[in-house]
């Protein structure tokens, strides 16, 4: 039982290159997260599922768009990187009883 | 505005000296109160949930407690592999979202 796995584990783009983030869950949740996590700021919140070929918008979803074609896996892509997208991302997987379990993350940087 | 403050941003304790984290919060409606540590350079690992005020529940060296405006998480004795970030998050209700604090940064001193 893996719980959350993230690949890869770090990144390093140059302005203006894409990219996906692959979440994958064998716990058979149906939310499932995608977060940043900045210095002083916080875990924010991309974009959220919460099932099988659902998104939805969180917080800080500008520059991120989201995939749910299969339950245990949920995809973030960079279209077009940025500076300020320089972060650690954080995906999760939320039980029946609410709490959420988090992958190992994905460290980015963006030149 | 839902909200989650936690005190103090960080703190350093001599092993064996307890102390006590707070993370305050507003919400329209609580759904839970959850507790995670983090390593550095790691995901959040899950401690507890709390649902309603008066609640507690306990874990080796810690234990958190809820009331209607804040939660805390006391450490008891703690040892240096207690050291950690310790984040607070909340779970409004009608909602599917979460909301987390900046975090406790706590350092343990052998």
Redesign the interface.
């Known amino acids: 039982n893996a719980g959350?796995t993230q690949t890869p584990k770090f990144r390093v783009l140059k302005t203006g290159q894409s990219m996906t983030l692959l979440c994958a869950q064998d716990m058979n949740h149906e939310?499932m997260?995608w977060y940043r996590q900045d210095p002083?700021?916080?875990?924010?919140?991309i974009h959220?599922s919460?099932g099988e070929g659902t998104t939805?918008k969180?917080?800080v979803p500008d520059g991120y768009n989201v995939s749910r074609l299969k339950k245990q896996n949920f995809l973030l892509g960079l279209e077009s990187a940025a500076p300020s997208q320089t972060s650690v991302y954080?995906c999760?997987s939320r039980s029946g009883?609410?709490?959420?379990?988090?992958?190992?993350?994905t460290r980015l940087t963006v030149l | 505005e839902d909200q989650v403050t936690q005190s103090p941003e960080a703190l350093r304790l001599q092993e064996g000296e307890s102390s006590s984290l707070n993370c305050s919060y507003t919400v329209s409606g609580l759904r839970g109160l959850f507790w995670y540590r983090q390593d550095p350079g790691k995901g959040p690992e899950f401690l507890f949930t709390l649902y309603s005020a008066g609640e507690e529940k306990e874990k080796e060296r810690l234990k958190a407690t809820l009331t209607k405006k804040e939660s805390f998480l006391h450490i008891t004795a703690p040892k240096p592999e207690d050291s950690a970030t310790y984040l607070c998050a909340v779970h409004p209700q009608r909602t599917y979202k979460y909301i987390f604090g900046t975090g406790t940064r706590l350092k343990v001193l052998a």
């Open positions: 959350v939310y997260y002083g700021m916080g875990l924010r919140l959220y919460v939805a969180g917080e954080f999760a009883t609410r709490e959420q379990f988090f992958g190992p993350g």
